[in-house]
T-cell receptor, first 111, second 116 residues
Framework: AQRVTQPEKLLSVFKGAPVELKCNYSYSGSPELFWYVQYSRQRLQLLLRHISRESIKGFTADLNKGETSFHLKKPFAQEEDSAMYYCALSAGGTSYGKLTFGQGTILTVHP | EAGVTQFPSHSVIEKGQTVTLRCDPISGHDNLYWYRRVMGKEIKFLLHFVKESKQDESGMPNNRFLAERTGGTYSTLKVQPAELEDSGVYFC??????????????FGPGTRLTVL
């Protein structure tokens, strides 16, 4: 069975400071990892996925298979980054498509 | 494009009553998913439809929950009878049919269910 862990429920930083949201996973196969974000009064939306290796809104995330981690990073946080962030995993085989979410991290960026 | 829509946005019912949640996926999306977030817990998968067929219902908590997707369009999730622990936010998501790769799931705004 797969599991996703986000150790921090709350994370506060000041504008311009670096931010890192941690995500660890457990899965015996080759998963696909994602970061979803939910801004205030908006719906959950995909931020980025490990397979595309792109930077979205200044955020990047690298899949580290050795440490089974997929931490989300941004060098200079902005106030508009304040939101709930979820790390999620999609397994292959018959479970394809089903997402397993972490508990979520509320990021607050102070001015 | 309205995106995934869910109805109602909020439902308050008493324990033992029945509630039906509805989800309208994005037009053309054959995959439809139901998830639930219970207070203080993570978002958990309930089930997955491909068109009108249940692909995976491993996350359905018990037989008080019944999901349908007649005609492969909108889906309903019925809880009968509702219990206190069913309170939470129910999300629906849809995606296009995947071909050996993951297709982005688009989420609805959720239905907040409160069972008193």
């Amino acid at each position: 069975a797969q599991r996703v862990t986000q150790p921090e429920k709350l994370l506060s930083v000041f504008k311009g400071a670096p931010v890192e949201l941690k995500c660890n996973y457990s899965y015996s196969g080759s998963p696909e990892l994602f970061w979803y974000v939910q801004y205030s009064r908006q719906r959950l939306q995909l931020l980025l996925r490990h397979i595309s290796r792109e930077s979205i809104k200044g955020f990047t995330a690298d899949l580290n298979k050795g440490e089974t981690s997929f931490h989300l990073k941004k060098p200079f946080a902005q106030e508009e980054d304040s939101a709930m962030y979820y790390c999620a995993l999609s397994a292959g085989g018959t479970s394809y498509g089903k997402l397993t979410f972490g508990q979520g991290t509320i990021l607050t960026v102070h001015p | 494009e309205a995106g995934v829509t869910q109805f109602p946005s909020h439902s308050v019912i008493e324990k033992g009553q029945t509630v039906t949640l509805r989800c309208d996926p994005i037009s053309g999306h054959d995959n439809l998913y139901w998830y639930r977030r219970v207070m203080g817990k993570e978002i958990k998968f309930l089930l997955h439809f491909v068109k009108e067929s249940k692909q995976d219902e491993s996350g359905m908590p018990n037989n008080r929950f019944l999901a349908e997707r007649t005609g492969g369009t909108y889906s309903t999730l019925k809880v009968q009878p509702a219990e206190l622990e069913d309170s939470g936010v129910y999300f629906c998501a849809s995606s296009q049919v995947f071909r050996n790769s993951y297709n982005e799931q688009f989420f609805g705004p959720g239905t907040r269910l409160t069972v008193l």
